[in-house]
């Protein structure tokens, strides 16, 4: 009878120990193609919540959060990319350096861009000043075109050029 009992309980150790293995086993596998997936850029993946406190749950959902994280600064990349430069990040800590580098990389691009904006309109100004002003006219024509030019460009509602002569004050 004790060796019946000690079979037994051999027997039942084996079959827990097999059905144990094969789970961390499973586990560990999906584990291993959802880091796999994620390497090779593969954001799209859904994981089902674990609601176990084992190893094996607790790096599956590392996992999820890593996706669903990298979905985000995805999003954020391709909103940056279309010339959305006003899009900042929340860090998730102290020590998330891509979210910091995305948000210096998206205040930079839009100082460049304000900057190129400015520059741009002002180098059109530029040239319809110098077309307005082009060819030989008198002085109050010139002083016209001049005036219209300015205000017309920059949008006012009114301008004024004062001509001085020689010896004169306002």
Request: charged content about 15%; aromatic content about 8%; some cysteine.
């Given at each position: 009878?004790?060796?019946?009992?000690?079979?037994?309980?051999i027997?039942?150790?084996?079959?827990?120990?097999?059905?144990m293995?094969?789970?961390?086993?499973?586990?560990?596998?999906?584990?291993?193609?959802?880091?796999?997936?994620?390497?090779?850029?593969?954001?799209?993946?859904?994981?089902?919540?674990?609601?176990?406190?084992?190893?094996?749950?607790?790096?599956?959902?590392?996992?999820?959060?890593?996706?669903?994280?990298?979905?985000?600064?995805?999003?954020?990349?391709?909103?940056?990319?279309?010339?959305?430069?006003?899009?900042?990040?929340?860090?998730?800590?102290?020590?998330?350096?891509?979210?910091?580098?995305?948000?210096?990389?998206?205040s930079?691009?839009l100082?460049?861009?304000?900057?190129?904006?400015?520059?741009?309109?002002?180098r059109?100004?530029?040239?319809?000043?110098?077309?307005?002003?082009?060819?030989?006219?008198?002085?109050e024509?010139w002083?016209?075109?001049?005036?219209?030019?300015?205000?017309?460009?920059?949008?006012?509602?009114?301008?004024?050029?004062?001509?001085?002569?020689?010896?004169?004050?306002?």
């Amino acid at each position: 009878i004790q060796w019946l009992a000690l079979s037994i309980a051999i027997l039942l150790s084996l079959i827990l120990a097999y059905l144990m293995g094969n789970n961390i086993t499973r586990l560990m596998t999906h584990a291993s193609s959802l880091a796999s997936d994620l390497a090779s850029g593969k954001l799209n993946i859904t994981l089902p919540s674990f609601k176990n406190s084992t190893e094996a749950d607790i790096l599956l959902n590392s996992f999820s959060k890593i996706a669903v994280s990298l979905q985000q600064l995805t999003k954020t990349a391709l909103a940056i990319g279309e010339g959305n430069y006003n899009i900042q990040l929340t860090p998730r800590s102290e020590a998330d350096q891509l979210s910091f580098a995305m948000n210096k990389m998206s205040s930079n691009l839009l100082s460049l861009s304000n900057k190129t904006d400015h520059e741009s309109w002002f180098r059109a100004g530029q040239n319809l000043l110098a077309k307005a002003m082009s060819g030989e006219h008198t002085l109050e024509i010139w002083g016209d075109h001049f005036i219209r030019c300015l205000t017309d460009y920059s949008q006012s509602q009114i301008g004024i050029v004062f001509h001085l002569k020689e010896n004169q004050s306002l």
